[in-house]
């Protein structure tokens, strides 16, 4: 079975690869040296910190295998015109009922590296189906939980 492609901008690709040379070369270490200190202490049987040191490299294991398929299935998000809402296009919005909050900034990126706290929303997100494709000046329904939002399109940048 084929992996699903994994979409990133160059920055979340870097980022990616910078977090999995981490976990690789630094976190190995850390938890190799947890290892060697617990070992000293004796017996394994009844060693917390023998316990919690393998389960640490379990998970780091297991972060890493996540990473290099993330990396191995990438898909760099090629820059737009910023003439249409697309993947790695930043857009201002307004929402229609609650204008006086003033406008929102968001990048559209992949799932892997969405954070709403940061102003990254997902391609996938409601928010993010809605706008792609659209203009400037355009008007989208988003479709929430807690029902429809309108919001209109102030601005789109490469």
Do not use: C, W
């Amino acid at each position: 079975m084929a992996d699903k492609k994994v979409l990133v901008s160059q920055e979340g690709y870097d980022e990616l690869v910078e977090k999995l040379n981490n976990l690789k070369s630094v976190k190995r270490l850390e938890i190799a040296a947890r290892l060697k200190a617990a070992i000293a202490l004796g017996d394994l049987s009844e060693n917390s910190e023998y316990d919690d040191a393998k389960n640490e490299q379990a998970f780091n294991e297991g972060e890493i295998l996540e990473l290099e398929a993330k990396i191995r299935n990438a898909q760099i998000i090629e820059k737009g015109t910023g003439e249409v809402v697309q993947m790695g296009t930043t857009v201002v919005v307004v929402d229609k009922e609650f204008e006086e909050d003033g406008p929102e900034e968001y990048k559209i990126v992949g799932s892997t590296e969405a954070d709403p706290d940061k102003g990254r929303i997902s391609n996938e997100s409601p928010l993010g189906q809605a706008l792609l494709g659209q203009k400037a000046g355009a008007i989208v329904d988003v479709h929430a939980p807690n029902g429809i939002i309108q919001y209109e399109i102030k601005e789109i940048r490469a």
